[in-house]
């Protein structure tokens, strides 16, 4: 007898479309993880130091969930905005100023494991995220992989 097959609640795959709406990279204050290589490509593309990266565009978080390095965010009328959500050069959109170079944790959104728990969190998602429910379905076997590496 083989192995059962471990099947998740969306097996049929989740429609997503992201409509630049940027209400991921907003909100109430929260944390973007980054690595060292991320932060390595991202200064180069600023054409500042690593270490002029981190002064300049982080912070040193320590609470109960997360030690370590995020992304600063900056107070606005729609929340706290991830420094590089660029709200002025799409008018009407947010768009990431890095979006080839984004954290991992930004690439692989919405597919955080807390969002893919249950239909119950997917549907809460979308009461923020309006690209939720739009757009294609996308599989399951690429929100799989997608997922790998995210927020969690």
Not at 6 to 27: D, P, Q
Not at 44 to 68: K, M, N, Q, S, W
Not at 80 to 105: H, I, N, W
Request: glycine share 12%.
């Amino acid at each position: 007898m083989g192995a059962a097959r471990n099947t998740e609640w969306y097996e049929g795959g989740l429609r997503f479309e992201c409509t630049m709406c940027g209400a991921c990279c907003t909100g109430a204050p929260g944390v973007v993880r980054f690595t060292d290589e991320e932060a390595e490509r991202i200064a180069a593309h600023l054409g500042i130091t690593p270490d002029e990266f981190r002064a300049e565009y982080t912070v040193f978080v320590d609470d109960e969930d997360y030690t370590g390095p995020s992304l600063k965010e900056v107070r606005t009328e729609f929340g706290y905005d991830c420094v590089f959500l660029d709200r002025e050069s799409m008018p009407g959109k947010a768009v990431c100023s890095l979006y080839d170079l984004r954290p991992t944790q930004c690439r692989t959104f919405p597919w955080w494991p807390e969002n893919l728990e249950s239909p119950r969190a997917w549907q809460r998602l979308g009461r923020e995220c309006e690209g939720v429910g739009r757009g294609d379905v996308v599989p399951v076997e690429e929100i799989r992989v997608q997922g790998r590496g995210g927020k969690g």
